[in-house]
């Protein structure tokens, strides 16, 4: 049972546009939701958080949005870059404050920022 | 089916120390990621091991290193340890490079 569903495996923008993944949780104690970046060559990164209590975190380019009664998240990246070009990956725990070890992944989506 | 386990589940050692932890993947995954999460960080990537070789390393000293064996389980070595080493150390697996499973960690306390 996927708990965390990313439904698009992959997103193509234009550089300059904004680029927005989404994720679904089904899992109503979740109360802290992650993104994650992952390079091929590398591991997933962490990228920013949000906690149940906000709808909404803001860091420079890159905003999650946090919709409980739909249990949604996205993530807004504008403007978009090439350097953004990677997988993205919505994470979601209960309790820890997020710690890594009881997060909850989603199956990942592919973004490629086309110059 | 058993997921990442990692041990020791807790480590103390003192500064000057090396350290060695240990991951075993989920059966059937070759790769290989090792992690530190200091308190109040994120992950920061450490090292990738796929097929028994070390695919790249974080920014991290070189006292940082590690090794895969031939039954895809792996080794972090931490040598001359440092106060600030003292972090959550995951081990992760995948196969197909995109779904990503954790172990629990092994806590590292440097006194």
């Known amino acids: 049972d996927q708990q965390v569903k990313q439904n698009s495996p992959s997103l193509s923008v234009q550089e300059g546009r904004i680029s927005i993944l989404n994720c679904d949780y089904t899992?109503?104690?979740?109360?802290?939701f992650l993104w994650y970046k992952k390079y091929p060559a590398e591991g997933p990164t962490f990228l920013i958080s949000i906690s149940s209590i906000k709808d909404k975190n803001e860091d420079g380019r890159f905003t999650v949005f946090l919709n409980k009664s739909a249990k949604h998240l996205s993530l807004h990246i504008v403007p978009s870059q090439p350097g953004d070009s990677a997988v993205y990956f919505c994470?979601?725990?209960?309790?820890?404050?997020?710690?890594?070890?009881?997060?909850?992944f989603g199956t990942g989506t592919l973004l490629a920022v086309q110059p | 089916e058993a997921g990442v386990t990692q041990s020791p589940t807790h480590l103390i050692k003192t500064r000057g120390q090396q350290a060695t932890l240990r991951c075993s993947p989920i059966?059937?995954?070759?790769?290989v990621y090792w992690y530190q999460q200091a308190l109040g960080l994120g992950l920061q990537f450490l090292l990738w091991y796929d097929e028994g070789e070390e695919r790249n390393r974080g920014n991290f000293p070189p006292r940082f290193s590690g090794r895969q064996f031939p039954n895809y389980s792996s080794e972090l070595n931490v040598n001359a340890l440092e106060l600030e080493d003292s972090a959550l150390y995951l081990c992760?697996?995948?196969?197909?490079?995109?779904?990503?499973?954790f172990g629990e960690g092994s806590w590292l306390t440097v006194v």
């Open positions: 059966s059937g995954h070759t790769s």
């Open positions: 992760a697996s995948t196969h197909s490079g995109n779904t990503i499973y």
């Open positions: 994470a979601a725990s209960v309790g820890n404050g997020g710690a890594t070890n009881k997060l909850i």
């Open positions: 899992n109503s104690m979740f109360d802290y």
